[in-house]
């Protein structure tokens, strides 16, 4: 089982990025899909969640109607759209996998994968 993440990069303060994670040697299917990050010298954090059939999402307050969770299973990829990021969006983004999308929303995730450094900064 494998979750690999992959889009970070550095912007300025107002830009945008997409984030991807593929997943391989599970269905994508049966799977909630979230998205987490961890700044230096903070806890990590859940960002949004995603149910195994789309329909459900999480966001956390700060990112609400910013940020947007999608999934492509046909292409066992799922995506974070992030827009107007702000400098305290900078972190290592890490995207996880559960049967379950309350347990993964609770950090508890069976599977878990690399990060991606996203910096936002002028």
């Known amino acids: 089982v494998q979750l690999q993440a992959s889009g970070g990069g550095s912007v300025q303060p107002g830009g945008s990025l997409r984030l991807s994670c593929a997943v391989s040697?599970?269905?994508?299917?049966?799977?909630?899909i979230g998205w987490f990050r961890q700044a230096p010298g903070k806890e990590r954090e859940g960002v949004s969640c995603?149910?195994?059939?789309?329909?459900?999402?999480y966001y956390r307050d700060s990112v609400k109607g910013r940020f947007a969770v999608s999934r492509d299973n046909a292409k066992n990829t799922v995506y974070l759209q992030m827009n107007n990021l702000e400098p305290e969006d900078t972190a290592v983004y890490y995207c996880?996998?559960?049967?379950?999308?309350?347990?993964?929303?609770?950090?508890?995730?069976?599977?878990w994968g690399q990060g991606t450094q996203v910096t936002v900064s002028s």
């Open positions: 996880s996998a559960d049967v379950l999308l309350t347990r993964l929303w609770l950090l508890k995730g069976n599977y």
């Open positions: 040697g599970f269905t994508l299917d049966d799977y909630a």
């Open positions: 995603i149910s195994s059939g789309g329909a459900t999402t």
